[in-house]
């Protein structure tokens, strides 16, 4: 029998406008699983079924695999997931518009050149070819954007300091009329866009990123219009720039990522001003401790990061690693803790790490579930260790 709010497959085929094969092979392959299976084996759907057919299809439709599409949709219908993901995939979507905007212009800029020359530009032809595989990396721009942003979004929400991270690293930059600044790994521009009406007009900031994806991200969000900044994607152990031009270098969680710290530094002092400075963030042992705890009370196998980043570079052994490169170095400790009252969110934190969790969570979500709601019903604390180093340039480097 039929429950309320409940649809067959057949309805929920024809509501989907789909086939009730695809929605069968998307439950053979657990793409697509129903909410409810009767005990003659019948499947009905739910509304919130629904919301994740609308992930599936529109990365279908992005031409993202199944395997894939698998990998990158979790079975969770509250609207916390519903919206975090929509905006991932709205970024997606015009990730896509600017890629087929640049493959039109190269093809008519080719077809113009044939006509008029009456011979091929190959060198018109190769950026054709290197615009048409750019959709590969597509599958970790989705995966990078939404990890930032889960991870942005618990902070946010949770934050006992009314003063945001972003805003308190800016007050820390003490930027003024004049400056030449350069960050590395900017991400999604997230450092300037909520600190633009506290901008000096005077002032020119270069945002880096390995990541093309991410400075697309950036450069939409700031508006590309902005003659303050400019976008440059590079690797910040080859920085492209000249020597001794910055007032202001800034690496936010970044350092504890790059492969050879010591290199990084040294391009850094380079690229200062006599009197410059370096501006890094970082965590301590004690950060986010909770959650860590969490998870493995849960699956004693499940670890959130497969390197203790803090080891690499944290609060405890920053500044001997800076101390090679540059001069009065000073840590500032951003005051704050998170109190999580929801469940939503330090999941949605928790599936963005860069650790094993995704092995062992999926096959178990439910019960997994179950036990964040439970822990966050009272308030949830957690443990914040972070804040900056603050260099100087050392003039006299040996």
């Not at 590969?136 to 990890?147: D, G």
């Not at 009329?177 to 506290?198: S, Y």
């Not at 966050?376 to 443990?383: C, D, K, R, W």
Request: hydrophobic share 35%.
């Amino acid at each position: 029998m039929k429950k309320e709010g409940y649809y067959s497959s057949g309805q929920f085929a024809r509501m989907s406008g789909v086939t009730l094969r695809t929605i069968r092979y998307y439950d053979q392959h657990d793409i697509l699983k129903p909410s409810l299976v009767s005990g003659s084996g019948a499947r009905f759907y739910t509304d919130g079924d629904f919301a994740r057919l609308q992930q599936i299809l529109l990365l279908k439709y992005l031409g993202f695999s199944l395997e894939d599409i698998r990998e990158m949709t979790i079975e969770d219908p509250d609207s916390h997931f519903m919206l975090n993901a929509l905006n991932v995939q709205l970024k997606l979507v015009q990730d896509r518009i600017e890629q087929m905007q640049l493959v039109e212009k190269t093809l008519k800029d080719t077809a113009r050149a044939i006509s008029e020359e009456h011979t091929v530009d190959w060198s018109r032809m190769l950026d054709l070819i290197h615009l048409t595989v750019m959709e590969k990396s597509l599958k970790n721009q989705y995966q990078n954007a939404s990890n930032i942003s889960s991870r942005i979004n618990l902070h946010s929400l949770y934050s006992v300091n009314q003063e945001g991270w972003f805003p308190w690293i800016f007050r820390q930059c003490q930027i003024h009329e004049g400056m030449n600044i350069l960050e590395l790994g900017c991400g999604d521009g997230a450092l300037w866009t909520q600190n633009l009406e506290r901008l000096p007009e005077g002032v020119h900031i270069t945002l880096s990123d390995i990541s093309q994806g991410m400075l697309r991200d950036a450069r939409r969000a700031i508006g590309g219009s902005d003659s303050r900044f400019s976008f440059k994607a590079f690797d910040c152990h080859t920085i492209p720039a000249r020597l001794g031009t910055f007032d202001l270098v800034i690496a936010n969680h970044v350092l504890f990522y790059c492969e050879d710290i010591g290199k990084v530094c040294q391009n850094v002092q380079k690229l200062l001003k006599p009197g410059g400075r370096f501006l890094c963030s970082t965590y301590g042992s004690r950060h986010m401790r909770e959650v860590s705890l969490l998870v493995q009370s849960f699956d004693e196998r499940i670890a959130l990061s497969a390197d203790k980043l803090y080891e690499r570079f944290g609060r405890e052994n920053g500044a001997q690693i800076l101390s090679p490169y540059f001069q009065q170095i000073t840590w500032k400790t951003y005051e704050d803790e998170l109190i999580v009252t929801d469940a939503e969110p330090l999941i949605s934190y928790i599936l963005s790490c860069h650790g094993n969790q995704n092995q062992y969570l999926p096959d178990r979500y439910k019960d997994f579930r179950a036990l964040v709601k439970k822990k966050t019903e009272n308030g949830f604390h957690i443990t914040k260790d972070a804040g900056v180093f603050l260099c100087e340039k050392v003039t006299n480097l040996k």
